[in-house]
C-alpha cells in the first residue's frame, strides 16, 4: 500500500508500506505548477528502482511531455524493532515474561533455550507478557522475543513426498523478511497450527520448501504468511 498527496502536480508527502515497487500516474515536474502541462493519467512515469526491506532504493521520474527528470530516494518502512524483555521473574510453578511493545508490530514470538539446547519457540501472541509453566526446578533458561509485523499470504504448492508434505513457495524481495507455515489441522475449528519459521538467508531469494514430516491425516490444508520481523531481543 502507498499513500501519496499532491499539492498542485507535487509530491508532498508518502507513505510507503514494506517498500513495495509503485507505478506513478502523474509526473513530478516544475512545469505543472506553472500549467506548461496537465495532469497525465498514464505510468510513463515510472521507478527505476525500488526501496526493499533490506535497503532503500529511488524513485526515478520521467515527464513524458518535456522529459523532466526527477529523483527521490525512499526509506522503506524496516522490520520491527527487536523488544526487550523488561520483566523475567520466577514464580512458585514457573517463569513469567514481560517485554516492551514495539511500534509496527501486531505479533510477539517468544523464544527459549536451555544451557545445551538451541533457541526453541514457545509461543507467538499479540500481548506483551506470557507465563511459561513447562520448566524443571533447579534448571536454567534464557529467554528472547521476536517483533512481528504480519503481511500477506503467499501462494504455495503441497505435494506429497513419500510418508511426507512439501509446501513449496517463491518469496518475493521487499514485502517479507521470513515466513509462518501454518496447517489446519481441525475442519470445525478456525485455528492454524504453526509448524515452521522461515527467516535467513532462505528467506530472501528464490523458491522456499517446507517439509511436514509428520503430517495429520485429518488436516485440512497448509497456508503461508510472509511477515517483517525483527531480531531476537535481549
Not at 93 to 115: E, F, M, P, S, T
Request: net charge positive; hydrophobic share 35%.
Amino acid at each position: 500500500a502507498v499513500a501519496i498527496q499532491y499539492n498542485n502536480g507535487k509530491l508532498v508527502a508518502a507513505d510507503f508500506d514494506n517498500g513495495y515497487t509503485v507505478r506513478y500516474s502523474r509526473p513530478i515536474c516544475d512545469r505543472v505548477s506553472s500549467g506548461v502541462h496537465k495532469y497525465y493519467e498514464s505510468d510513463e512515469c515510472v521507478i527505476d528502482a525500488y526501496a526493499s526491506v533490506y535497503a532503500p532504493g529511488a524513485k526515478h521520474y520521467v515527464c513524458p511531455i518535456c522529459g523532466d527528470e526527477s529523483a527521490q530516494y525512499v526509506i522503506p518502512q524496516l522490520a520491527p524493532e527487536a523488544p526487550s524483555i523488561t520483566v523475567l521473574s520466577n514464580t512458585y510453578n514457573g517463569v513469567y515474561i514481560k517485554w516492551n511493545k514495539v511500534d509496527g508490530a501486531d505479533l510477539y514470538a517468544v523464544y527459549r533455550r536451555g544451557v545445551n539446547s538451541g533457541w526453541e519457540l514457545l509461543k507467538v501472541l499479540v500481548g506483551d507478557s506470557m507465563f511459561d509453566a513447562n520448566v524443571q526446578t533447579g534448571q536454567y533458561y534464557r529467554y528472547a522475543v521476536r517483533a512481528i509485523r504480519r503481511t500477506d499470504y503467499v501462494a504455495s504448492v503441497v505435494t506429497t513426498s513419500g510418508s511426507s508434505k512439501v509446501i513449496t513457495w517463491n518469496t518475493i524481495p521487499g514485502t517479507a523478511n521470513a515466513y509462518y507455515v501454518y496447517r489446519k489441522d481441525n475442519a470445525s475449528s478456525n485455528f492454524w497450527n504453526t509448524l515452521a519459521y522461515v527467516s535467513g538467508a532462505n528467506a530472501k531469494n528464490g523458491k522456499i520448501s517446507f517439509t511436514d514430516a509428520k503430517p495429520n491425516p485429518n488436516a485440512t490444508g497448509y497456508l503461508v504468511r510472509g511477515v517483517m520481523a525483527s531480531n531476537l531481543g535481549t
